[in-house]
């Protein structure tokens, strides 16, 4: 019997914390050659983005039940927002160029379920709350250089603007993967909308090449379009699909 005959509509829920979206503003056609075949950018007035997305998942749930040892789980990853080459408009969602995690059992099953690229590596996600702001930072080790991430906004959060951009950032509808035989793989990803800390200010110390290769030299020494951190959420991930629908 195959995994895909067992498959439960729902892969994985978890509670999203301190996440963190950075958004680039980048030329579709630079972006394009970087893609698997069958996806393409998703364009928004003439830009695509590309999303450095820090969070930490909690209470996390695989098929229903709870994961033992992998209760709480940072991830760094770099996406790019695509849609299906010859699918409807509506599929838009974020395909991962690398992300990295500090588990090896969820590095696992987004490679073997999802056909993401992904990294384990050790991780330290950090909150400090003060008397008038919040602030969370991502470090993460890729070849024995540190990469950090940091972002600073008021404490008392506030529904996300009313910003096209926002709501692509943050919510994106589907993550597509491919399998070993380079079928394209896309999966339903829920999450409602959630509150988000005004920023104040950023700081990304990240070798982009040295991470991210081509895709990162297109963002070297560029500043975010928009820069978002929000509250906590829970998030629900669906079985995948195969093909552009």
Same mark, same amino acid.
């Given at each position: 019997m195959?995994? /895909?005959? !067992?498959a439960?509509?729902c892969v994985?829920? %978890?509670?999203?914390?301190? +996440?963190? $979206?950075?958004?680039? #503003?980048v030329?579709?056609?630079?972006?394009?050659?970087?893609?698997?075949?069958?996806?393409v950018?998703?364009?928004?007035?003439g830009?695509?983005?590309?999303?450095l997305v820090?969070?930490?998942l909690?209470?996390?749930?695989?098929?229903?039940?709870?994961?033992?040892?992998?209760?709480?789980?940072p991830?760094?990853?770099?996406r790019?927002?695509?849609?299906?080459?010859?699918a409807? /408009?509506? !599929?838009v969602g974020?395909?991962t160029?690398q %992300?990295?995690?500090?588990r +090896?059992l $969820?590095?696992w099953? #987004?490679?073997?379920?999802?056909?993401?690229t992904i990294?384990?590596?050790?991780m330290?996600?950090?909150?400090?709350?003060?008397a008038?702001h919040?602030?969370?930072?991502?470090?993460?080790d890729?070849?024995?250089?540190e990469?950090?991430?940091r972002v600073?906004g008021?404490?008392a959060?506030?529904?996300p603007?009313p910003?096209?951009r926002?709501?692509?950032?943050?919510?994106p509808?589907?993550?597509?993967?491919?399998a070993?035989d380079g079928?394209l793989?896309r999966?339903r990803?829920?999450?409602?909308?959630?509150p988000?800390?005004r920023?104040q200010e950023h700081?990304?110390?990240v070798?982009?090449?040295a991470?991210?290769?081509d895709?990162?030299?297109?963002?070297?020494?560029r500043?975010?379009t928009l820069?978002l951190l929000?509250s906590s959420?829970?998030v629900t991930?669906?079985?995948?699909t195969?093909?552009?629908g």
């Amino acid at each position: 019997m195959s995994i /895909s005959s !067992l498959a439960p509509r729902c892969v994985l829920q %978890a509670t999203a914390q301190n +996440r963190v $979206v950075l958004g680039y #503003a980048v030329d579709p056609d630079r972006v394009a050659p970087l893609l698997p075949d069958g996806l393409v950018p998703a364009r928004h007035e003439g830009t695509t983005y590309v999303s450095l997305v820090g969070v930490e998942l909690a209470d996390v749930r695989g098929l229903g039940l709870a994961v033992p040892g992998v209760q709480r789980v940072p991830a760094v990853e770099l996406r790019i927002h695509v849609r299906p080459a010859e699918a409807s /408009s509506g !599929l838009v969602g974020t395909w991962t160029a690398q %992300a990295h995690v500090s588990r +090896r059992l $969820v590095a696992w099953g #987004a490679r073997r379920l999802y056909g993401e690229t992904i990294a384990v590596t050790s991780m330290q996600p950090i909150r400090r709350e003060h008397a008038d702001h919040v602030e969370v930072t991502y470090r993460f080790d890729w070849r024995g250089r540190e990469q950090r991430i940091r972002v600073r906004g008021e404490r008392a959060p506030v529904p996300p603007p009313p910003d096209a951009r926002a709501h692509i950032l943050l919510s994106p509808d589907w993550r597509f993967g491919t399998a070993r035989d380079g079928t394209l793989l896309r999966a339903r990803i829920k999450r409602p909308a959630t509150p988000v800390h005004r920023v104040q200010e950023h700081h990304v110390t990240v070798q982009w090449p040295a991470v991210y290769g081509d895709l990162g030299q297109l963002l070297a020494n560029r500043s975010p379009t928009l820069v978002l951190l929000s509250s906590s959420a829970p998030v629900t991930l669906h079985w995948r699909t195969r093909g552009q629908g």
